[in-house]
């Protein structure tokens, strides 16, 4: 895949993660930007050979959840 599009599905990610981190938590989005940015779910994400961009929404919030309610070894 063409690291443009790649990128841009990545951006498209952060957005929609932002978003629900906003909504779940009632945050601004600066803060929920940098909760996302804290996150081992980010870091797994913009790793382009994990893939994880190519998922849907709902499974990366629910990485997300799992992760802020549990802790980031439950990812794995």
Request: aromatic share 10%; glycine share 2%.
């Amino acid at each position: 895949m063409e690291e443009a599009k790649i990128e841009h599905l990545k951006g498209l990610s952060v957005i929609n993660a932002t978003k629900h981190i906003m909504s779940k938590y009632s945050l601004n989005h600066e803060d929920a930007y940098k909760k996302l940015l804290n996150s081992e779910t980010y870091r797994i994400l913009m790793e382009s050979n994990s893939g994880l961009f190519l998922e849907t929404d709902s499974y990366l919030n629910n990485a997300l959840d799992i992760e802020f309610e549990k802790d980031k070894e439950a990812l794995y």
